[in-house]
């Protein structure tokens, strides 16, 4: 690096540190790591600035600021790397078993680069290759490298089975992206893709129509139940109680260590004088919703940070009731947990109407918190609905609810 750019790197202004994160997942939908995404207004800053390595350090400065454990638990984190961070940015500040670095397929292959990745590699990182295309100019990476990650939208997979092959020979693991439909996943798992990311693992599905079991109807009515606002104590035990297992699974919950209860509680009436109605509503509806058939684990961790963001948006704008917003986050992936659109379930999952509009047409009051949660999933912070809140404060929020539905993950656990 020269004097002048590293210069520029040492005077960067203090930057409001975006955070995003997408969820990757293994073959059997568990959690493998979050690729963070993140924005940058570096591009409209003064002559001279360098905005590659503005955007290099805003997303080091996520990790410096908030710390990994903060933003995705226990779990690896994969982020992009500019070039100048192969070439003159290393060694890197950041822990070797929780981080892959990926290379864009828009970063020219020089001898220094090549070289850089090839140090990472020999140092203990783990690299990956974004948008790889199967083509023989990635060749000279391809022994540093761990990961591949293949568009699926963009390609015929069916056109490059040898290919797949080959790579899986190395021991590579390849990482299907962009994946949008339970037919794209099937299909990519079914040609040896051991990783898989996109918008079917992370936001509500609009699937065709089925029709709903009855259990399903149940297990919906006991929600639209549990929520509603005029709905009193002995009705949600109740309610709760028709099925054992969801039964089970709250008792353990509210007598683990986790949650340090003065002594044991046997009875789910009991479990409200401990815990409160409005905690026990949320966990109920948790466990109920865990209980659906189609439910994977990332869309209740989905289904949890957007509760949580929705029931701080709530209280910070003055928009209504904390726990209607939470209620809208939470419901908000039931389309794609019973595979049934939004529309349709709310005929059988009658709320208030408010909430409704929210989770229909994210309308109304409750629909604005949520589809802000739904933009920093993208992390689109420049929308609509983002920019009711101070991007400071907003970022802030989100950080937080991302930390307390790790802390629920890890005592539900």
Known sequence: MN????????????????VGRQPILDRHLHIYGYELLYRSDDANTEAGFDGDLATARTVLNSFLEFGLQRLVGPHRIFFNLTRIFFTDLQPLPIEKNRVVFEVLEDIELTPEVVDGVKKLHNDGYVIALDDYRFEPRWDPLLPYCSIIKVDILEL????????????????????????????????????????????????????????????????????????????????????VELDPAISVKILRFINSAAISLPRKVTSIHEAVVYVGIRR????????????????????????????????????????????SGYTVGLLSTLDAM???????????????????????????????????????????????????????????MYVDALVRVEKLRSELS
Not at 3 to 18: A, C, R
Not at 189 to 215: E, I, V, W
Not at 280 to 296: C, E, G, K, N, P
Request: aromatic share 6%; with cysteine; glycine share 4%.
């Open 156 to 239: 015929d997979l069916d056109a490059y089975k040898d290919q797949i092959s080959w790579l899986k020979a190395q021991g590579l693991i390849l990482l299907a992206e962009k994946v949008e439909t339970r037919e794209q996943y099937t299909h990519s798992k079914r040609l040896g893709f051991d990783l898989f990311q996109g918008y079917f693992f992370a936001k509500p599905q609009t699937l065709t129509t089925t029709h709903l079991q009855s259990n399903k109807k149940l297990l919906l009515k006991m929600i639209s139940r549990i929520n509603d606002p005029n709905v009193d104590v002995d009705e949600i035990a109740s309610l």
């Open 280 to 323: 026990l509503r949320a966990w109920s509806t948790l466990f109920v919703m865990a209980s659906m058939d189609y439910s994977s684990p990332e869309l209740i961790t989905t289904s949890l940070v957007r509760a949580e963001l929705c029931k701080s948006l709530t209280e910070v704008l003055s928009i209504g009731q904390p726990d």
């Open 338 to 396: 019973v595979s049934q659109p939004m529309d349709e379930l709310l005929n059988d999952l009658p709320l208030p109407e408010q909430l409704n509009d929210a989770l229909k047409t994210h309308s109304g009051p409750y629909g604005t918190g949520l589809q802000c949660a739904i933009d920093l999933e993208h992390c689109q912070w420049l929308t609509k609905a983002t920019q009711t809140v101070p991007v400071e404060q907003l970022n802030s």
């Open 3 to 18: 004097d002048q750019n590293g210069h520029t790197e040492l005077m960067l202004p203090p930057k409001i540190v975006q």
